[in-house]
């Protein structure tokens, strides 16, 4: 049976068949069959089609299209009825992907039996993509290695061209292609191309990096220093690329020559040292080792060893009783009895298996307090010196008995206190009561104010009905009990209440739409006064729902413990007139030199700008990875991650900060969607803007940009695009460009930061790693020992962009033509050539007449000469 290519008719019983078409040219007629072979399309990627399905025989079809045995559940099919028992229906693809490749077929069902139509197979060829790509390594230099490649069609073959830079290296290869790389002795990049009769596509580039000597371990200290025992305990310096398996440790007495000597396996960075001598001067240093070698010895930390204990006994302890007092004495030691300087005495007495009291003293002889005379009262002596108690005493025993006679003093003396109490009890009524008439006769002054008019009845009668006070309202009492919390959260800020008399407040620190920050004082229990900051918030916009949600967040910061994190004080209530909830704040430490954000500006556009080193700026983005990286351990996504929430403490170290806070005291930097809460949209990624996602790979995200605000001094990333304009800005493949003085390692960083694919992002350990490398290659400091004001000029031009590189995300707008016409198109996270007028020639026949020799034309060649973006 001959028919259309668009409508395929069948005459007899209910029966069902298919056509496809893609694009023009069309054949005039097709002969097809029910049943036989599946029909094969080959398609381009990209290209439209549609399928085309008859059925005749039948009122009310209903027709399923059925792809490889599943039901498509696309919106973009649809079945027209040609007459009464003749329909028509239409499965579109609008633009065909691999994904799309397959067997379809239409199926119907009647009289309770399947009807189906002949199968149509889809092939869609388009250009390759990469199955494996080359990964970053970490080598020996000089040392041959490989690196891996593979990419599939279909069209097959594909063949794959190796990269080492900017240059083509070995032959081409089919898919998979391994490149035997004999050795190298500098940092290199790689990547590979994949070519077939569509295309070619570019994949990742690959750092291949030159392992080297560790640095000598960091912070070397001796702890638990006893009178013949020790713990060195360091931190390991940059491992050079190759992960560290030992450690030296080798501590020398002063006076000697020898030197003991312990290898430590790793990453156990600690090691004790039995066995030494008392009161002996001591050195320590650490070297730690990789498969390259050894790191140099760290400086020597001198320490010294504790004393003996003494070994003499007090002798001769006894008590005597005068009054009301008990007073101790015993035998003096003698002066060579005593052993390593010798504080003195200390003293402990205890009743009922309880002590009850304890001191230092330094003669022989001490007054005993709080002890009560109706029990028995157990008393020890010992001498003390810096390495700890000698023997103690014989315990010596006074019963109840022999201490009744202190029980009360004599009675001759007992009626004085009793007098002079009661007298100032007297004196005190006769006070109040005089004060209190006073104010009342002040109330009902009025009252004699309109007397009675001569001849007549008074006019006016005016009579205090009752008292009342002027004071202000009655506070009520702010505990944890008295703001509706859940028990779960009393439970976890039981233990870090503080009372509102233990705390002052100070200065305003900041504001903002929902609360404020404030300079406090508080009380720490030896009597000292710590200076903290103390967050509120405002007293007419919260409900207790707020108080639930302020405190929360506090509790979680709670369980924080790390140098690069800011950590808990304590939170408080503030009292207010009953019927009103207590005001929630949140006690944090003290940070000098305020918000990073801040600071930078300061530095740039300040009243007085000073120059922030590179090493300086390197070393803000390491404390933040720290930090992020401790909470990530601790599956805490903090959702706001931007210099703005960065806080920089007295030594210039920079702390993570308001953890969900920032969005009730900051109001700057957010955008308002609709009626969900603020976002800080220019600091979102793509998954949180488009599906309001947020996960550690989203803070990852927020990183990056973070580190383009400290790159920057402060500048507004972004800056003239509007919030409601980012999403659309950043899903076209347009990220944060590159600052003129950013180091393009540190640039690299940003972009990995950016990767749409999120699992695709470093790790904050990784990206931790990478800054400590990027710190480590830069040169030292000059001598300065504040580093903050070093001035190292510009950046050598050797770290300026590299105009040839790019750094690929998302899609590529628009057509470019190459040689008469080429279609550009970036899918994924690749770079894509198409070449459609050249599908079957050889993709390498066309070179670009100012490329260097043997290199490709293609459209990268132009579009890597602009400036260096994302």
């Known amino acids: 049976m001959f028919c259309s290519l668009d409508v395929l008719l069948h005459c007899g019983p209910p029966t069902l068949a298919n056509l496809l078409y893609s694009r023009p040219p069309r054949s005039p007629f097709v002969g097809t069959k029910a049943t036989g072979m599946p029909i094969k399309l080959k398609v381009s990627q990209g290209q439209p089609v549609k399928l085309n399905c008859s059925l005749e025989g039948m009122e009310d079809p209903e027709m399923l299209w059925i792809k490889d045995g599943a039901v498509v559940q696309s919106v973009d099919q649809v079945y027209i009825p040609v007459d009464e028992e003749h329909w028509i229906g239409f499965l579109s693809l609008k633009s065909v992907d691999r994904k799309d490749s397959g067997k379809y077929w239409c199926q119907v069902e009647t009289n309770g039996k399947k009807e189906e139509s002949q199968q149509v197979w889809l092939i869609v060829e388009g250009v390759p993509y990469f199955t494996v790509e080359p990964e970053d390594l970490s080598v020996i230099p000089n040392t041959p290695f490989q690196l891996f490649c593979a990419a599939a069609g279909p069209p097959e073959p594909v063949t794959i061209v190796w990269w080492m830079g900017d240059s083509k290296v070995g032959r081409s290869d089919v898919s998979p292609s391994t490149l035997n790389v004999p050795g190298i002795n500098q940092s290199t990049v790689f990547s590979c191309e994949a070519h077939n009769i569509k295309g070619l596509s570019s994949s990742r580039t690959a750092t291949v990096k030159i392992k080297a000597l560790p640095f000598p371990p960091l912070n070397v ?5 006893t009178s013949n025992n020790a713990s060195i305990t360091w931190l390991p310096g940059f491992d050079g690329r190759s992960p560290l398996h030992s450690c030296t440790v080798q501590v020398a007495e002063l006076q000697e020559d020898e030197v003991s000597t312990e290898v430590v396996p790793v990453p156990s960075f600690s090691q004790a040292f039995p066995g030494l001598k008392h009161s002996t001067n001591y050195s320590a240093r650490v070297q730690c080792t990789n498969e390259l070698g050894s790191s140099p010895f760290t400086d020597w930390v001198y320490f010294q060893t504790m004393g003996l204990a003494p070994n003499s006994t007090p002798q001769n302890v006894h008590i005597i009783q005068r009054d009301s007092c008990l007073i101790l004495e015993w035998e003096t030691i003698a002066p060579e009895m005593h052993r390593d300087n010798a504080l003195g005495y200390r003293l402990e007495w205890s009743q009922d298996n309880i002590t009850q009291g304890e001191m230092i003293v330094q003669e022989t002889r001490a007054n005993l307090t709080m002890w009560n005379p109706l029990r028995d009262l157990t008393i020890r002596v010992c001498v003390l010196n810096s390495a700890g108690c000698g023997p103690w005493s014989e315990p010596l025993l006074l019963t109840a008995e022999d201490l009744i006679g202190q029980r009360q003093p004599p009675y001759g003396t007992s009626w004085v206190p009793v007098v002079l109490g009661i007298l100032t009890a007297l004196v005190t009524a006769v006070a109040l009561a005089l004060i209190l008439l006073r104010k009342r006769r002040k109330e009902t002054r009025f009252g004699h104010a309109f007397g009675s008019v001569v001849g007549g009845d008074p006019v006016v009668h005016f009579r205090a009905v009752r008292s009342f006070n002027r004071e202000g309202p009655e506070l009520i009492e702010a ?9 779960d959260l ?7 209440l503080i009372q509102e008399q233990q705390f002052t407040l100070g200065r305003m620190l900041g504001k903002g739409e929902f609360g404020s920050v404030r300079e406090g004082q508080l009380k720490l229990p030896d009597g000292s006064l710590q200076k903290v900051a103390v967050k509120m918030l405002k007293a007419d916009i919260f409900t207790s729902n707020d108080i639930e949600e302020f405190l929360r967040e506090a509790a979680c910061m709670k369980e924080f413990d790390h140098p690069h994190v800011t950590k808990l004080i304590g939170v408080s209530l503030r ?24 600071f930078l500006l300061m530095s740039r556009i300040g009243e007085n700008p000073f120059n ?4 300086t700026l390197l070393k803000f983005m390491i404390d933040i990875a720290s930090g992020m990286e401790y909470l990530s351990s601790k599956n805490f996504i903090h959702r706001d991650l931007a210099a703005r929430n960065c806080m920089l403490d007295e030594y210039m170290n920079v702390c993570v900060a308001d953890f969900g806070l920032s969005k009730k005291i900051y109001s700057g930097d957010y955008y308002r969607q609709g009626c969900a809460s603020k976002l800080p949209v220019k600091w979102l990624a793509l998954e949180s803007l488009a ?6 790979h989203s803070d990852v995200w927020a990183f990056g940009v973070t580190m383009w605000e400290i790159v920057t001094r402060g500048q507004t990333p972004y800056a003239g695009i509007e919030n409601a304009e980012i999403y659309n800005y950043l899903i076209s493949g347009n990220r944060l460009k590159q600052p003129l003085e950013c180091l393009e390692d540190v640039y690299d960083l940003m972009c990995r930061c950016w990767h749409s694919e999120p699992k ?3 790790s904050f350990g990784a990206l931790k790693l990478q800054l400590e490398m990027i710190l480590a290659r830069l040169s030292l400091l000059s001598s300065s020992q504040d580093p903050l004001y070093v001035n190292i000029g510009k950046p050598q031009e050797a770290y300026r962009n590299d105009p040839s590189t790019d750094c690929p995300f ?3 707008d628009g057509d470019a033509n190459i040689a008469g016409a080429a279609a550009a198109a970036v899918t994924s996270d690749y770079r894509y050539i198409m070449s459609p007028l050249c599908l079957g020639s050889d993709a390498e026949s066309e070179r670009h007449p100012d490329a260097p020799e043997g290199e490709a034309r293609s459209l990268l060649y132009d579009l890597e000469m602009g400036p260096k973006r994302c």
């Open 490 to 496: 009393k439970t976890k800020l039981k233990d870090v």
């Open 760 to 762: 695709l992002r470093p």
């Open 691 to 696: 599906d309001n996602l947020y996960t550690t």
């Open 612 to 615: 922030l080193p590179l090493q």
């Open 575 to 598: 009292n207010r007139p009953k019927g009103r909830l207590p005001i929630p704040m949140v006690i944090l430490p003290f940070m000098k030199h305020g918000d990073l954000h801040s």
């Open 221 to 225: 200290t001796v702890t638990q220093i």
């Open 810 to 812: 998302g899609t590529l």
């Open 479 to 487: 505990t944890l009990d008295s703001i509706g919390i859940s028990d």
